[in-house]
């Protein structure tokens, strides 16, 4: 799977004038976290010469999204891309979900053009934020220091389903805190959760040291929760002795966005959100829910 995802990608960017590019293999412990947060999703294709394609699909509640996927270079244009996106879409519609959505690079007309064939339709975009980190930070609470995170993680649940009804990530905080990527830090107003944010700090990129920590999933009851967690985060970064944050904001939430900006981020890569047509996802009334559609 490393090898079949950077060679892919690293095609990819080729293929759009990026010849320098060199896209690392992931952290194995990336890869057990993709395939166990995916379980039944964790699909993949096999033809006489080994691995030739795979799809990770993931649900989070009622939230159905895909990545990584990727096929094989000298397979790709026979119709094998079309077949594992159709085997995601389908295995969520199985399931259920209200969401299925996936994320591309908005400057490759070709993945958007792929997509669009399969009934995907382009939203807005996903904008990673980064910045460099200050001397020193307070962390927020975290659920690792939970006398009982059981309790916690219900309150999560809860809280988001009263933002996003059809998200719920507490399977995804879990296996995390299990496998040891990361922790969720929380946010509290006047005894009760007003926002939490799943993190990891392990490294993306096979055998690099630790820099930034990402946030996977984020959710808000207002855009002061928000500014809450986000220097909780940095408090949080700071004590793993990190260098940077890395948020990814959908730009569905522009007041979030605003923020993060006057928070000294500074834009580092866009993505494209795309959903497939009668699957839409629902922006809520009120507070921030990010899931990032991406390990």
């Not at 064939?117 to 975290?142: I, K, N, Q, W």
């Not at 990530?169 to 990527?181: I, K, S, V």
Request: aromatic letters at 8%.
């Amino acid at each position: 799977m490393n090898a079949v995802f950077s060679e892919s990608f690293t095609d990819r960017y080729r293929r759009d004038g990026l010849v320098g590019v060199r896209v690392p293999q992931l952290n194995p412990s990336v890869w057990r976290y993709a395939i166990a947060d995916a379980v039944e999703g964790a699909m993949v294709w096999y033809d006489d010469d080994g691995l030739a394609a795979f799809n990770m699909v993931h649900r989070s509640g009622r939230e159905g999204w895909m990545g990584p996927l990727a096929v094989r270079p000298e397979r790709q244009g026979q119709g094998l891309g079309k077949r594992i996106v159709q085997a995601g879409v389908d295995w969520l519609q199985a399931g259920g979900v209200q969401t299925i959505g996936l994320e591309t690079m908005p400057r490759t007309v070709d993945n958007i053009g792929f997509y669009s064939g399969l009934e995907f339709v382009p939203r807005y975009l996903t904008v990673t934020l980064t910045r460099e980190l200050p001397s020193d930070g307070v962390p927020a609470e975290c659920l690792s220091a939970a006398s009982d995170p059981e309790r916690v993680l219900e309150q999560c649940r809860s809280l988001t389903s009263e933002i996003q009804p059809s998200c719920d990530f507490t399977r995804e905080m879990q296996l995390t805190a299990d496998l040891g990527l990361g922790d969720t830090s929380l946010v509290r107003r006047h005894g009760a959760l007003a926002g939490f944010a799943l993190w990891h700090s392990s490294p993306l990129a096979e055998g690099r040291a630790a820099e930034e920590l990402r946030v996977l999933k984020l959710v808000a009851v207002d855009l002061a929760a928000f500014d809450a967690l986000i220097e909780g985060l940095m408090g949080a970064a700071v004590g793993l002795g990190l260098t940077g944050l890395a948020v990814r904001c959908q730009t569905a939430f522009p007041d979030a966005y605003r923020s993060l900006v006057r928070h000294g981020f500074q834009v580092q890569w866009t993505d494209l959100r795309m959903t497939r047509t009668g699957y839409d996802e629902p922006i809520p009334a009120s507070g921030i829910v990010f899931s990032n559609w991406e390990i």
